[in-house]
């Protein structure tokens, strides 16, 4: 499967953005979905994920109850609506599939085998 992000922006703090992963080559009903960042000079780090059909999710501590993540997968696409930006969410952020094999969440990079190319976030302050 092929992810493409997209969406990202120069934006102030407080402002919103809506990333956008696309999938093609297979559908992404069979995946769960995850999304990641990464500032400058920092590793990457977990944002959220969301089960294959979309019914758990999961956020790190630092984006719970600004971020939401969602999927549609008849239209073979994932979401990360991002509210109240702050300065500190500038990065690089990346979506990611895995395999589902029981409906599950996951946040370790390291677990996902698929990876978008990017897109990158900048809140200015």
């Known amino acids: 499967v092929q992810l493409q992000a997209s969406g990202g922006g120069l934006v102030q703090t407080g402002a919103s953005l809506r990333l956008s992963c696309v999938g093609s080559g297979h559908t992404l009903s069979s995946y769960t979905m995850g999304w990641f960042r990464q500032a400058p000079g920092k590793e990457r780090e977990f944002v959220a994920t969301v089960s294959r059909a979309g019914r758990r999710t999961f956020y790190s501590n630092s984006v719970k109850g600004r971020f939401t993540v969602s999927r549609d997968n008849a239209k073979n696409t994932a979401w990360l609506q991002m509210n109240s930006l702050k300065p500190e969410d500038t990065a690089v952020y990346y979506c990611?599939?895995?395999?589902?094999?029981?409906?599950?969440?996951?946040?370790?990079?390291?677990?996902?085998?698929?990876w978008g190319q990017g897109t990158q976030v900048t809140v200015s302050s």
């Open positions: 990611a599939a895995r395999t589902s094999v029981t409906g599950e969440i996951n946040w370790r990079a390291t677990e996902y085998t698929y």
